[in-house]
């Protein structure tokens, strides 16, 4: 696992008294965003049935690629029930696990409403939820998140637990990198309401305002990933039945793929088309180009290669140990 790279080459650097020889590039990114494969991973998501951003996160645990710590479930407007959300979850872990799928977290249910503006108007008046969502967000900061390898929080959904997370510590902007399956690209820029941003718009506003961010707008055609035609070719496991029945709750829609956020994180070639933008501040909702900005915008992305990581990660027996 990443965080075990992490003690070897720290144990070096110890004997070896840390010459730039030895550590050159360690604090460098493998790719155009401040997070890679070396940063530890937690998911934050509602609905499990209609992407796959789970099964992505999963199956890239269990390869020994990410290191992943932490899965938050909560609900929206769009998938209310806590319950079903939590369980679904749950169900798609049960089966990784009876597969022979390793290094994977438990699904933490989070009580999580919408945040609500002070009448001040100020972010540090907000009142927080204290959620549970937050919590697990702040250990997995405090153990795994570094200067040089921030965390990744990786969101399809509101942005409520991390704002939240926020509220409570805002030692986390120093210790974390929110990426996030959110908003649209516009011709000025970005948007940040639909899809997602738009759950929890006060939420949306901390975020972007006190924390790096990577907005990844690469949206693509998910049902490609797992083709009616292709389904003989899942593996013969609980993981493969799992994925093979999901299929058909999967939203035809193409802003729905929140994988987008976990595969950015995880794999430095995905990304691409990155620039970097600000809160626009005539319009919360709104992010304007800027050079030195701390919000990274993904406008592509390489989901035919990602595609084909799926397929490899599936087929591989040492996957499924």
């Known amino acids: 696992m990443t965080r075990w790279r992490f003690a070897i080459v720290g144990c070096a650097c110890a004997v070896a008294g840390c010459s730039g020889q030895l550590d050159a590039g360690y604090d460098v990114p493998h790719g155009p965003l401040p997070v ?34 932490g899965l938050v479930v909560n609900s929206t407007t769009e998938y209310p029930s806590l319950e079903t959300n939590v369980t679904g979850y749950r169900q798609m872990l049960s089966a990784a696990r009876d597969s022979g799928m390793r290094h994977l977290p ?61 509220l409570m510590d805002h030692g986390l902007a120093e210790r974390a990198v929110v990426v996030a399956s959110l908003g649209q690209t516009e011709a000025d820029g970005a948007s940040t309401f639909n899809p997602n941003g738009g759950r929890d718009t006060w939420a949306t506003f901390i975020v972007t305002s006190r924390m790096r961010l990577v907005q990844v707008n690469g949206y693509y055609d998910q049902l490609l990933d797992v ?15 799992w ?59 390489n989901s035919a290669r990602a595609r084909g990581k799926l397929w490899a990660m599936l087929k591989d027996p040492k996957t499924f140990q």
């Open 227 to 241: 083709p009616e035609d292709r389904t003989s070719e899942l593996p013969q496991n609980a993981f493969g039945s």
């Open 36 to 69: 890679d494969e070396r940063s530890a991973v937690v998911v934050v998501n509602d609905g499990a049935r209609d992407n796959w951003q789970g099964e992505y996160a999963a199956l890239l645990a269990a390869t020994g690629e990410i290191d992943f710590v």
């Open 106 to 166: 438990e699904a933490t249910a989070s009580i999580a409403p919408a945040l609500t503006e002070p009448a001040s108007s100020a972010i540090d008046d907000t009142t927080p939820n204290r959620s549970e969502g937050a919590q697990l967000i702040l250990a997995a900061a405090a153990t795994y998140g570094t200067a040089v390898h921030p965390l990744a929080i990786t969101t399809g959904g509101a942005l409520t637990d991390v704002a939240d997370a926020y």
């Open 243 to 301: 994925i093979a029945d999901k299929r058909s709750d999967l939203l035809n829609v193409i802003l729905a793929c929140d994988q987008i956020s976990v595969l950015s994180a995880a794999l430095p070639w995905f990304p691409s088309g990155v620039t970097h933008l600000s809160l626009d501040p005539t319009d919360s909702m709104h992010l304007v180009p800027d050079a030195t900005g701390q919000i990274w915008h993904v406008a592509e992305t």
